[in-house]
């Protein structure tokens, strides 16, 4: 039972962990603590808000935030692009995935700040004209998705899979698409819909 | 012409691949303030010191609510209860804490980050009691349920306990299932804002005016004053058919403080904020003559629940009636311990005790030397047994028959542990699935227009069964208009009331009702009428109380259907198969196939139904291999609260699933003949994977989860 997080371990960007592992004076919060259960005493977590320039979907951002704000927070709540989801915040379920740099990236572990490269949403995968991505169509082909809700980080982790060169068949596709949960449990179909879009989306 | 019965893609489709679909968590509420909840650190005692200084100290904070200052919230009472919450356990009420995990405050910011950190230098001290945790805790308190609760029966009929006695072939066993949380890929977060005294609330939901209602009467307000939206929901399972009790808290400080505010609920909070299923244990006891006809049938259930709240799923009510036998005996106790309540998850009552059950008639087919599908024929029946009611309609032999011959059962070798591909060993184990077919009162909207497009507005849920394409596939096919210029509007508790999206219920109760108001288009339109007719219909179904619709507006369903019914028993059937390959040496189980075949009615869209069964049935692999909280007995506490220590499927660990929906027509569920699917998938599927476990390896294990170290001893 793989979690197999190995597939998204490539990201070159800095994370919220290596961040809370490195340096501990301007850490928020050590992971393993409690909420509500406090050492006394404990130091200020908030330095002051960064600038930062992002490129969202071909747009230059400016958002001033917190050092602290993540990716996916930065998105959903600075850039009211709410097409990438929040389902555990903790890097467990692939919900959040986006591309930065053209790699599959969980935005929930990534630091906004950090981010040099361009970010690419859900959002942003139809053409200019609406015409979906040969991936958001082959997901409706195939009722790839129930509820919908894990589904941006599905196709956005698809066609990443595809670009590594992960779908050469059903095996390595499931075993390359396993850090996104479906708790509706589409799976099967998920296969089917990139086996679907494999061709178009390589020359894509 | 599309309708009823048209294999259709989903007309929401090019929203939920897009980003486009907006769930409960994607409220459009500017500038809002952020609520990050703090939940308690013990499961039984009182708090004894809150230390607020270093919290407010944290730049950004505006408020911390606790028992202290958050104001009057009425508990009310649990949805099992006639009431609208998940649980009576009122966590801002005083100082008491009732179970691990209960919300103790709610830290309000400018931002999600100064919440969340604030949250951790909040300081709680406790006074803690030796909480009770689970079955044979000590401090336990065991309840029959027909003490529990006036509405439960104990079905009985004729001498079991004799007939056992006098039976040549008999199975005596105890079975048990695990503790398992939904976790719906969406969190269960909440946000509210205030205009004019009246409230917006943005939250999954799988009971609109439910929630809008109950929610009313825990701040003492009109629920015409409160508005719940939620256009999609990111998954439900069971667990957002109750309000949690951190609606009401999220409202009352986004009142105080004037802003909108926006909850977000940590995944681990969810395992203790909302529902569950609760562990539970069984006695099985089967009697049979030689020829595998059944002569006694006992099952006797325990069930975990709250301390305060008597709820139990009872799921003797199928399991007794499932298979004819002149002798049965049936018994459900509840279990008091220091937990949060449990509530509906996905086949509440059947997936525990049909697990019990249809692996017990495995060992009876073992016990006989007859082959399992076989020893389910023989005792297949047209009239249940308790009351000698007809089945409204049964097509359980042909589920059988068909997905036995998909699957290629004919070349299994009886003898475990006789079939072997290299190192791993093979085994074909197979169970019955059964869910009762409900239906309730529900009301819609249906406007013509006269271009040829029309509109369907009914406050039911898309919780991922498909419902905006069925709606749209009824108006379709009633108005003769092409599905894709049918814009269906729900969600959203201003429309017209639907029932809880629970029990299976909704296709069958909301497609009646829209095809109710078509009918009456129709007539309008035949009398006369011209440009756009609308009309909105209340559906009552046969069987329903009279008041039904004035229940409706309170939120409240009157399922019929199940065995509630005085003149037939209403249930959906189905023929689960599985393959699993255990290794010979590291005792790996894998799910390498299953075909399942259903028989639950009219199919409105064979498309969905498909994805809907599938995912059933892979909650049923789920539950058998993967999925269990555990519970450390000293502190009453969950120990794997995450994605990634709460096991279930991930793409690899899911192999085929073949779903076969046969044909069946039955007149008397509803006028459409519509039986629901959204639990039939799964209940079986728990029983069939633990007897192909048998199958393959010979060693019998009688308790869910049934992991790699379960088979270590073989």
Not at chain 2, 344 to 373: G, K, Q
Not at chain 2, 396 to 423: I, T
Not at chain 2, 605 to 616: I, Y
Not at chain 2, 698 to 709: A, C, D, K, S
């Amino acid at each position: 039972m793989p979690n197999a997080h190995d597939a998204l371990s490539s990201f070159s960007v800095i994370t919220r962990r290596t961040i809370l592992s490195s340096t501990a004076a301007a850490s928020a919060v050590p992971l393993t603590m409690t909420r509500g259960q406090a050492t006394p005493n404990a130091e200020p977590s908030a330095a002051p808000p960064l600038s930062v320039d992002l490129v969202v979907n071909n747009r230059t951002e400016r958002l001033i935030i917190d050092s602290r704000t993540t990716l996916l927070d930065a998105l959903r709540e600075h850039l009211n692009l709410t097409g990438t989801k929040k389902g555990c915040d903790h890097g467990q379920c692939g919900a959040c995935t986006v591309h930065v740099g053209g790699k599959r990236v969980l935005s929930c572990l990534t630091l906004a700040v950090s981010i040099r490269e361009p970010i690419a949403t859900i959002e942003g995968l139809a053409k200019q004209d609406g015409s979906l991505h040969p991936m958001q169509q082959a997901f409706i082909d195939q009722d790839a998705f129930q509820c919908g809700y894990c589904t941006p980080g599905q196709i956005m982790s698809a066609v990443a899979c595809v670009k590594e060169g992960h779908a050469g068949s059903d095996a390595e596709i499931r075993e390359y698409m396993s850090g996104n949960l479906c708790r509706c449990a589409a799976y099967p179909h998920i296969v089917a819909a990139i086996k679907q879009a494999k061709s178009a989306t390589e020359s894509g | 012409m599309a309708g009823i019965g048209t294999a259709a893609l989903r007309l929401d489709g090019p929203a939920k691949v897009t980003g486009g679909a907006h769930y409960g968590s994607d409220a459009p509420f500017g500038k809002p303030l952020y609520g990050v909840l703090v939940t308690s650190g013990i499961a039984r005692g009182r708090i004894t010191a809150i230390d607020e200084q270093d919290a407010r100290a944290e730049p950004g904070v505006v408020d911390i609510f606790t028992y202290r200052n958050i104001g009057k919230i009425v508990p009310g009472n649990i949805m099992d209860g006639d009431g609208y919450m998940g649980t009576s356990i009122a966590p801002l009420a005083s100082a008491a804490i009732k179970h691990d995990g209960q919300i103790v405050a709610l830290v309000v910011a400018d931002t999600f980050e100064a919440a969340s950190a604030a949250a951790y230098r909040l300081k709680i001290d406790y006074a803690e009691e030796v909480p009770a945790a689970t079955f044979d805790s000590p401090g336990t308190e065991t309840v029959a349920g027909v003490v529990a609760s006036k509405k439960h029966k104990d079905p009985a009929v004729g001498d079991a306990e004799g007939a056992f006695a006098g039976a040549p072939v008999k199975i005596d066993a105890h079975y048990a299932t695990a503790t398992q949380h939904h976790n719906p890929i969406e969190l269960f977060t909440t946000a509210c804002s205030w205009s004019g005294g009246k409230l917006t609330v943005w939250e999954s939901s799988q009971n609109m005016w439910g929630a809008k209602t109950g929610l009313a009467l825990q701040l003492g307000i009109s629920p015409d004053d409160i508005h719940f939206v939620s256009p999609f929901v990111g998954g439900a399972f069971g667990s957002r058919g109750s309000l949690t009790q951190r609606t009401a808290i999220v409202a009352l400080a986004a009142k105080k403080l004037a802003r909108p505010v926006k909850l977000a609920t940590a995944r681990d909070q969810g395992f203790t904020i909302a529902t569950y299923r609760a562990e539970t244990r069984h006695h099985l006891k089967l009697g049979a003559t030689r020829d595998g006809k059944l002569v006694s049938v006992s099952h006797e259930g325990f069930e975990v629940t709250s301390r305060p709240d008597n709820y139990m799923v009872s799921g003797t009510d199928a399991s007794t009636r499932l298979y004819g036998c002149p002798n049965v005996a049936s018994k459900v106790s509840i279990v008091h311990a220091d937990r949060n309540t449990p509530g509906f998850m996905r086949s509440p009552a059947e997936t525990p005790y049909i697990f019990a059950l249809e692996c017990a008639m495995d060992e009876l087919a073992y016990a006989l030397n007859m082959d399992p599908v076989e020893l389910r024929k023989v005792n297949d029946t047209q009239n249940e047994p308790i009351k000698g009611l007809p089945y409204s309609s049964r097509s359980l032999v042909p589920c059988f028959d068909a997905a036995a011959k998909a699957f290629g059962w004919s070349k299994r070798s009886m003898q475990p542990g006789s079939m072997r591909e290299g190192e791993w060993l093979v085994g074909w184990g197979t169970a019955t699935t059964m869910y009762p077919s409900n239906i309730s009162a529900s009301t819609a909207r249906v406007t013509l227009f006269p271009n040829g497009t029309a509109k369907v507005q009914t406050a039911t849920h898309e919780i991922g069964q498909g419902i905006y394409t069925v709606c749209a596939l009824i108006a379709a096919g009633k108005l003769g208009v092409d599905p894709a210029n049918v814009i269906v509007e729900l969600g959203d508790s201003n429309l017209p009331p639907a029932p809880v999206s629970g029990g299976s219920n909704s296709t069958a109760s909301v497609s009646n009702a829209v095809s109710k108001a078509c009918d009456e288009i129709l007539a309008k339109r035949a009398q006369g009428a011209n440009g756009a007719i609308e009309a909105y219909a209340e559906n009552i179904p046969k069987g329903d109380p009279p008041d039904a619709i004035r229940k409706l507006y309170k939120g409240q369903p009157s399922f019929t259907g199940g065995t509630e019914s005085k003149d037939s028993i209403r249930f959906a059937f189905g023929a689960q198969f599985v393959e699993v390959r255990v290794h010979r040496l590291t005792r790996e189980i894998r799910v390498s196939r299953t075909t399942g075949a259903f028989a639950a009615g009219t199919i409105v869209n064979p498309t969905t139904a498909r994805s809907q069964l599938m995912g059933g049935m892979i909650w049923g692999i789920s539950a058998a291999l993967h999925e269990a909280t555990e519970i450390d007995p000293r502190n009453a506490r969950y120990t794997n609260k995450d994605l990634a220590d709460y096991l279930i499927p991930v793409n690899a660990d899911i192999g085929d699933i073949e779903v076969i929906m046969i044909p069946e027509e039955d007149s008397i569920v509803n006028p459409l003949g519509i039986k629901g699917i959204g639990e039939l998938g799964n209940v079986g599927m728990n029983a069939a994977v633990a007897n192909a476990v048998f199958h393959a390896t010979g060693v019998r294990i009688r308790q869910i989860p049934i992991r790699l170290e379960s088979l270590l001893v073989a």
